[in-house]
T-cell receptor
Framework: DSGVTQTPKHLITATGQRVTLRCSPRSGDLSVYWYQQSLDQGLQFLIQYYNGEERAKGNILERFSAQQFPDLHSELNLSSLELGDSALYFC????????????????FGPGTRLTVT | GIQVEQSPPDLILQEGANSTLRCNFSDSVNNLQWFHQNPWGQLINLFYIPSGTKQNGRLSATTVATERYSLLYISSSQTTDSGVYFCAVEQSNFNKFYFGSGTKLNVKP
């Protein structure tokens, strides 16, 4: 168990709908990352938040948005869903680099499997 | 962005055999991690290894950052080692994490 929790585990919805995926980072971790794993695109970085602020952006569609709340949990909102948005969505968290470290190890949650029909 | 290439894409082993998985990357990195994705989709951390060598039981990894590659060694493979092994890197100064396309390992009894 990585200590990162994600809900729900599975989600089935129709095209055009909007869903919200939730992530709680490991205790003490300030950074949260979102990833999408689809059959054709592989694992792709979407976005990173650090202590409530957006820190880096990857291949995130304009229909998608995310935020990190004061209690450090994060939500990924997916709207106007298309069939191609069906994928496994992962959240990861890491600590703040300190003492000269440029980066810290990321720990992944179990993922949310989204199926758009 | 940085290119991350993993080889081989597929690997079939008999139980007890050893194997080496490779990850090449095209630019300097702050972070390199190896993951095992099990049949249930869970990404399990194997190593955090931006440089140097680490060992954990039957698994070990080496990253030569100056030559931009990393190797994952699996010794005495077991059927439970089956799954997909991913290498992922964080490109220096970009705060973005890039995954390779993975090596799919099938260990037969």
């Amino acid at each position: 168990d990585s200590g990162v929790t994600q809900t729900p585990k599975h989600l089935i919805t129709a095209t055009g709908q909007r869903v919200t995926l939730r992530c709680s980072p490991r205790s003490g971790d300030l950074s949260v990352y979102w990833y999408q794993q689809s059959l054709d695109q592989g694992l792709q970085f979407l976005i990173q938040y650090y202590n409530g602020e957006e820190r880096a952006k990857g291949n995130i569609l304009e229909r998608f948005s995310a935020q990190q709340f004061p209690d450090l949990h994060s939500e990924l909102n997916l709207s106007s869903l298309e069939l191609g948005d069906s994928a496994l969505y992962f959240c990861a968290s890491s600590a703040l680099p300190v003492g000269g470290e440029a980066s810290y190890e990321q720990y992944f949650g179990p993922g949310t499997r989204l199926t758009v029909t | 962005g940085i290119q991350v290439e993993q080889s081989p894409p597929d690997l079939i082993l008999q139980e007890g055999a050893n194997s080496t998985l490779r990850c090449n990357f095209s630019d300097s990195v702050n972070n390199l991690q190896w993951f095992h994705q099990n049949p249930w989709g869970q990404l399990i951390n194997l190593f955090y290894i931006p440089s140097g060598t680490k060992q954990n039981g039957r698994l070990s990894a080496t990253t030569v950052a100056t030559e931009r590659y990393s190797l994952l060694y699996i010794s005495s493979s077991q059927t439970t080692d089956s799954g997909v092994y991913f290498c992922a890197v964080e490109q220096s100064n970009f705060n973005k994490f890039y995954f390779g396309s993975g090596t799919k390992l099938n260990v037969k009894p």
